[in-house]
């Protein structure tokens, strides 16, 4: 069982920046990928940004490349979402998740643990 704790949200104006932690605890092995995925009010949850816990492969939705970095720190076991350049269209909820898959999933139905979300408000 893997427990997922988001942390790092919050309210910023547009232009600005925020990096989110996600803290993982359980059995991260070196085969578990980690995704950030974000749900506006109304709208599915929706990929944002993946990472494998070993390895340097990382994936990005067309809609934040250039703009956010997902990164980890195994000995921290810890994945971070660095988040520059924010538009209001940014708002959302921010979940992090996990799973023991060898390929970067791109929808929610891949990832099997979840956090509990961080929100985050981008102001124009």
């Known amino acids: 069982q893997v427990h997922l704790v988001e942390s790092g949200g919050g309210l910023v104006q547009a232009g600005g920046s925020l990096r989110l932690s996600c803290a993982a605890s359980?059995?991260?092995?070196?085969?578990?990928?980690m995704g950030w995925f974000r749900q506006a009010p109304g709208k599915e949850r929706e990929f944002v940004a993946g990472?494998?816990?070993?390895?340097?492969?990382?994936y990005y939705a067309d809609s934040v490349k250039g703009r956010f970095t997902i990164s980890r720190d195994i000995a921290k076991n810890t994945v971070y979402l660095q988040m520059n350049s924010l538009k209001p269209e940014d708002t959302a909820i921010y979940f992090c998740?996990?799973?023991?898959?060898?390929?970067?999933?791109?929808?929610?139905?891949?990832?099997?643990?979840w956090g509990q979300g961080t929100q985050v408000t981008v102001s124009s």
């Open positions: 998740a996990a799973d023991p898959r060898l390929q970067i999933g791109l929808t929610a139905d891949d990832y099997e643990y």
């Open positions: 359980g059995p991260t092995s070196s085969s578990y990928v």
């Open positions: 990472i494998r816990w070993t390895g340097s492969r990382t």
